[in-house]
């Protein structure tokens, strides 16, 4: 069997995230022996909260300059780790951080990347699958060359989970180049706050359709209270909002919509693939573009006006065929009371 690293980044806290969880958990499954390579401004918590995870050796590269993410440390980091581990397999957790730097790392030590990796398997050789084409075609395929990393997607692997214990760690001494110093982390702005509506580890996907804009049955739109209907519901569930192209897309032509949503909630062909047990889906058709994004969405409800929308035609397990504002207002008089 292969030498394996999961490389990892802490969190500004100290803890790991869950995507750096799958990795390990990954990796341990592979049923080989594995390095943890860390990198960040503190790596003891960390390394001790996966203390049992199998792992045969701890190395970090900790310090101050190496806590927030940029490019320059973060690549010289992640390549002293793996020439250090000697690794053939570098499997890291999807992240934005890595994804920035990890063609770089690799490019540094004449590897091969592949990104969004699903499942893994030892077949003779180390196996990787993968979707194309916006999740339509599925994959599996192995390489040659190394060293070969692997970025995991997110949510697709049961994360680790065990006792914690103590995890010495090897340091790894990185000097940065001073290219790598000019760029200097002030801080995060975040695009909005109190109203974020993406939460890609909810158990529920809430999506919303054009159809929350449009006249109803009175001849009349009603954005306010489609508004407030779905807000409250967020509030009280905690689910995670998606949107229809068709929505978002409204916006852009200047009529009224939902203030909370933007472009990054689309579902679909051009937009996201989320991960979530549950899905429900409100005042949408259900057309091929749409659904195509609900691939991963494991059981699928729908409500909408048309008997004959998409979701009617084998894309939910269950069609609501009813007023959404009607029943939503009355789920989340439900929620309030429950
Ligand atoms: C190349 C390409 C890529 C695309 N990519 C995407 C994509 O990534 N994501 C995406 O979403 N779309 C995508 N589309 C567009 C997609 O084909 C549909 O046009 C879009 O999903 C329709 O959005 P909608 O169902 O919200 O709106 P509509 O088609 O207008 O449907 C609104 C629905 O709401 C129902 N309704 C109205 N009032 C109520 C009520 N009170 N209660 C219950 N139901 C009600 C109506 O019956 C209707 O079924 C793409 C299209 C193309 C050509």
């Keep these: 069997m ?4 999961v490389l990892l980044h802490g969190e500004a806290d100290g803890t790991l995230s869950k995507a750096a969880l799958e990795a390990v958990g990954a ?3 592979l049923g080989a022996p594995f390095t943890v390579g860390l990198i960040g401004s503190n790596l003891t918590p960390a390394a001790n909260s996966m203390g049992t995870c199998g792992a045969s050796r701890f190395l970090g590269v900790e310090g101050e300059e190496f806590g927030a993410p940029r490019y320059g440390s973060d690549a010289a980091d992640g390549e002293a780790l793996c020439r250090e581990a000697g690794a053939a397999l570098v499997v890291v957790p999807g992240t934005s951080r890595f994804h920035r730097v990890l063609a770089g790392v690799a490019h540094r030590l004449d590897g091969a990347v592949d990104t969004h990796i699903a499942a893994l398997g030892v077949e003779g050789a180390i196996t990787v699958t993968r979707w194309y084409y916006r999740q339509r075609i599925e994959a599996t395929l192995t390489r ?8 995991l997607e997110p949510g697709a692997f049961a994360p680790w989970t065990g006792a914690p214990a103590e995890a010495p760690i090897d340091r790894v001494a990185v000097t940065l180049p001073e290219a790598a110093r000019r760029t200097t982390v002030a801080g995060t702005v975040s695009p909005s706050s109190g109203r974020e509506t993406i939460r890609p580890d909810a158990k529920l ?8 804009t449009k006249k109803q049955a009175d001849g009349q739109t009603h954005v306010p209270e489609a508004e407030k209907i779905i807000w409250e519901f967020l509030k009280c569930t905690r689910a995670s909002l998606g949107s229809s192209k068709s929505l978002v897309d409204l916006g852009g032509e200047g009529q009224a919509v939902l203030p909370f949503l933007s472009h990054l909630n689309q579902i679909g062909q051009t937009g996201s693939t989320p991960r979530h047990p549950k899905g429900l ?12 994004g609900w691939r991963f969405i494991n059981e ?18 269950v069609l609501y065929v009813a007023d ?9 008089e439900l929620l309030a009371v429950g």
């Design 205 to 212: 996907l809430l999506v919303a359709g054009a159809g929350w």
């Design 27 to 29: 990796a341990a499954s």
């Design 300 to 317: 699928r409800r729908a409500i909408s006006l048309d008997p004959n929308c998409g979701w009617a035609r084998g894309k939910a397990d």
């Design 281 to 292: 889906s409100t005042c949408c058709h259900g057309e091929e573009p749409h659904t195509v």
């Design 2 to 5: 292969e030498t394996v690293l």
């Design 144 to 151: 040659s060359r190394r060293p070969w990393f692997l970025s």
């Design 324 to 332: 959404a504002f009607k029943v939503m207002a009355k789920v989340n």
